[in-house]
């Protein structure tokens, strides 16, 4: 049976490339640089890469050598609330400094979009947020849908602090990420029935 996490890696690969191959042909069929959407492409670019870098981790290997390994979560608190890397704030920093998720969703958001923004939080935090949706059918997820963060064992803990503020737009800063967990536990995922292996949850499947 193919492993599944083996194909997420060759997608969040594909999707780099991709993007890289598409401002080459732009590039060359305008005849300007690649820099001159600069700041468009590097933000897609690093969230892709922080994509991959989290689906490769997941498969035990090391994304670049040369660099320490992407934080993993901390101890967890004597309720069992899952905590941040030591060095998760510290690793934040730039993600908020540049904008790119401030806001991210105050329009919404999609499955994708939550694939993306929580990698990217997954990769400097090292805490593991999931979006927990009313159903999914045929078209996909829907419904009335909430954010939480998971623990090792499937205990999904509502979030608190600013983290919700700052992704939908009203506030500038999430918070310490050691703010964003709550203290209860409002599912588990075994009891889920649909995920996409992901960052999404469904309550129900309509497929």
């Known amino acids: 049976m193919s492993d599944p996490n083996v194909w997420q890696a060759h997608r969040a690969a594909a999707d780099l490339s991709n993007t890289l191959a598409s401002s080459y042909e732009e590039a060359m069929a305008t005849g300007l640089p690649v820099s001159a959407d600069g700041q468009r492409l590097t933000q897609q670019l690093t ?4 994509t991959l870098r989290e689906r490769l981790a997941v498969l035990g290997v090391s994304a670049d050598p040369a660099r320490p390994p992407q934080p993993s979560a901390g101890p967890a608190a004597s309720d069992g609330r899952p905590a941040p890397a030591r060095y ?5 920093a730039p993600v908020i400094a540049d904008g790119r998720l401030t ?12 694939n ?5 939080l997954g990769a400097a935090t090292g805490l593991r947020l999931v979006c927990v949706w009313e159903y999914r059918d ?3 997820c829907g419904g009335n849908s909430q954010w939480f ?5 499937g205990g ?12 939908t737009g009203e506030r500038s800063h999430p918070g310490p990420a050691g703010s964003w967990v709550g203290r209860s536990v409002a599912h588990r995922v075994q009891a889920l029935a649909w995920t ?3 960052h999404n949850y469904a309550q129900l499947s309509r497929l």
């Open 116 to 120: 993306t923004a929580f990698a990217v």
């Open 149 to 153: 963060a998971e623990d090792s064992s």
């Open 47 to 50: 969230e892709q890469l922080a």
């Open 196 to 198: 996409d292996r992901e």
């Open 103 to 114: 806001g991210r969703f105050r329009d919404g958001y999609t499955e994708e979009q939550v």
């Open 156 to 167: 999904l803990w509502d979030l608190a602090g600013d983290l919700d503020a700052w992704l």
């Open 138 to 140: 045929g078209f996909g």
């Open 88 to 92: 998760a704030d510290e690793a934040l």
